[in-house]
C-alpha cells in the first residue's frame, strides 16, 4: 500500500513512476528497433532512446530540485505495455504487417506515457513547481512527437502489408 499524505509526496511518487517508465524504456526501445525490419521504424525507436535518455535526465533535474536521489517506483502498466510488445514483435507475420503491429505497440507505450507526464505536469502545477512543469511539457512534446513518428510508421506498412496481400490473396 502507498502511502500519499500530501501532493508534494503524491508528486515525488509519480517522478518515481515516471523514472522506472524512461529505465524500462531505455531496455526495450532498442529490442523494438531490432525487431523492425523497416529501417525507418527502427530509427524511429532509436532516435526516441536518445530522447528517452534525456527524459531520465530531466526526471534526475526534478528529483534534485525537490532535493531527492533519483529513485524508481515499480508499477506493472508499462511492464504489461511492454510484455504486449513482445508478443508482436515475435509474431509469425509478413514484415511489413509484423512492423504495422510493432508500429501500434511503440504508440500503445507513447500514449501510456503521455497520459503519466500530462498528470505530472497537473501535479507540478498544482504545487508551483514551473520549473519542473516545463522540464515536463519538453518530455511530453517529446512522446508527442514520436507518437506521429510511430503513426507514420504504422500507415505506411499497413498500405504496404495491404498491397502485398492483394498481390497473393490465396496466402494466409
Ligand atoms: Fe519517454
Known amino acids: 500500500m502507498a502511502t500519499i499524505p500530501n501532493p508534494a509526496k503524491g508528486f515525488h511518487l509519480e517522478i518515481k513512476i515516471l523514472y522506472d517508465i524512461e529505465k524500462q524504456l531505455e531496455v526495450a526501445l532498442p529490442k523494438m528497433a531490432e ?3 523497416d529501417p525507418e521504424l527502427a530509427e524511429g525507436f532509436l532516435q526516441h532512446l536518445r530522447e528517452t535518455e534525456q527524459q531520465s535526465k530531466r ?3 526534478i528529483f534534485d530540485m525537490l532535493g531527492m536521489p533519483p529513485e524508481k517506483h515499480t508499477m506493472e502498466g508499462i511492464r504489461g505495455i511492454i510484455a504486449d ?3 508482436m514483435a515475435n509474431a509469425d507475420a509478413p514484415d ?3 512492423d ?3 508500429a501500434g505497440s511503440g504508440r500503445d507505450v507513447e500514449h501510456y ?3 503519466c507526464y500530462m498528470n505530472a505536469i497537473e501535479e507540478a502545477g498544482a504545487l508551483g513547481l514551473t520549473d519542473a512543469v516545463s522540464l515536463l511539457e519538453e518530455t511530453l512534446k517529446e512522446e508527442q512527437n ?3 513518428i510511430l503513426m507514420a510508421a504504422l500507415q505506411k506498412n499497413l498500405a504496404l502489408a495491404g498491397s502485398e ?3 497473393d490473396p490465396a496466402a494466409g
Do not use: S, W
Request: aromatic content about 0%; proline content about 0%; charged content about 25%.
Open 35 to 37: 525487431a523492425a525490419t
Open 59 to 61: 526526471l534526475e533535474q
Open 85 to 87: 510488445g513482445t508478443v
Open 96 to 98: 511489413a504487417l509484423r
Open 100 to 102: 504495422a503491429k510493432i
Open 113 to 115: 506515457e503521455m497520459a
Open 146 to 148: 514520436a507518437d506521429q
Open 165 to 167: 496481400a492483394a498481390k
